[in-house]
């Protein structure tokens, strides 16, 4: 299906009747594991850790979005990375952004380091610092872009070309855009990984990551840490983001439309400072973006004075929720410093530029109208 365009591959990669019974729906395959049909055959099936048919089809649709060989499915998008970085050696070298999501520092740090893995970070918005930062034994650059939450975006395709001069890969973690709005694997990255929690997925109803290879070789090798280490997504999980995908381009579309309204608004809000969306023609990677996107999401973030100043406009918000996580019908906001980023220390994120008064919004599908007039209020409050 890899000449149709997204919103048909959304509805049908993947998700073709159910040959037994002609279901329109992936049937969710619940058991464990299936009857062989003699010594050493099956029906393709045999164990649902090595594959199950549920997340076969969700594995299938993952692949044609994001235009890679392979899918691969998991229980978070930590156990995703986890993944990511499992056929490391010892004395390998990783290069990730150093504005990242705090859960992908604390698993580097706190766990990765521990298998003699050397992590660096850099800011990876600068391709001259990636270039610096390469060394004979760098196997893997990965990428958050744009980032998590100050909306830095790096060039993918400038990236995959320092990288691949010095025979490493390069993951990208595309969470943020979803494969509506941008290909890594067609940039050059050699890697793609989700957590399919939010905007696949796209109801806040369930856990999920997702990797897709290029290779054949990428095939094989999550193949076999899916099997062998276990953490696949469970067959019910995998039919809710099967049903997410469905709607994943109108969803997004609309996303797009009220984080374009939103943000205009709260650029000219006196109250609002360092406001990060690139889809504002001010953004300093404005041309960035509309070079490797395909549009500019809805997730963004800005400043207030304080961490007080922060707590009284979460608390007057009416329709936006004060939670963590993004990619849901509904709007959200949440404090960076002690959500996202409370994982990490007050120092890193000095470095990263994350202060006190950083709000994020992921901003959902409701009236446009409705959330400004949330969000004006709640900054009435501050």
Request: glycine letters at 10%.
């Amino acid at each position: 299906m890899a000449d149709y365009k997204y919103s048909t591959l959304a509805v049908h990669a993947g998700q073709h009747p159910d040959p037994l019974t002609g279901a329109v729906n992936v049937p969710i395959y619940l058991s464990s594991t299936f009857e062989l049909t003699g010594i050493g055959t099956d029906r393709g099936w045999d164990y649902s850790r090595a594959g199950n048919p549920t997340r076969d089809r969700l594995e299938t649709a993952v692949a044609a979005l994001e235009g890679g060989t392979s899918g691969h499915m998991f229980t978070s998008g930590m156990a995703a990375i986890a993944a990511l970085v499992a056929m490391l050696r010892a004395g390998d070298h990783v290069v990730c952004s150093l504005d990242v999501y705090a859960g992908t520092v604390r698993l580097f740090d706190q766990i990765v380091s521990g298998y003699g893995i050397e992590i660096e970070y850099v800011d990876t918005s600068n391709l001259c610092a990636v270039e610096k930062a390469m060394r004979p034994n760098t196997k893997l650059v990965h990428i958050e872009t744009p980032s998590n939450p100050l909306m830095v975006l790096t060039d993918v395709a400038g990236v995959a070309r320092i990288a691949h001069a010095h025979g490493a890969e390069v993951s990208v973690d595309n969470t943020f855009m979803s494969p509506v709005l941008q290909s890594p694997l067609a940039l050059g990255a050699d890697i793609v990984m989700h957590s399919t929690t939010k905007y696949l997925n796209g109801h806040s109803d369930g856990l999920g990551g997702a990797i897709i290879g290029s290779t054949p070789e990428h095939k094989e090798r999550f193949g076999l840490i899916q099997k062998a280490a276990g953490g696949v997504m469970s067959p019910f999980e995998c039919f809710l983001v099967l049903r997410g995908i469905r709607t994943l381009p109108l969803r997004v579309r609309q996303h797009e439309e009220n984080g374009l309204a939103v943000a205009e608004f709260l650029t000219t809000h006196p109250k609002v400072q360092k406001l990060a969306y690139p889809g504002l023609k001010n953004h300093p990677q404005y041309e960035l973006a509309l070079k490797q996107q395909r549009g500019f999401g809805s997730m963004m973030s800005f400043e207030l004075n304080s961490r007080e100043e922060a707590g009284r406009f979460l608390a007057a918000l009416k329709i936006f929720l004060n939670a963590e996580s993004l990619g849901g019908v509904e709007s959200l906001a949440s404090h960076s410093a002690t959500t996202t980023h409370g994982s990490v220390s007050q120092e890193w994120r000095d470095r990263m530029g994350i202060n006190e008064g950083r709000i994020r919004l992921s901003i959902g599908i409701e009236d446009k109208e409705d959330l400004i007039a949330d969000l004006d209020q709640a900054l009435a409050a501050v």
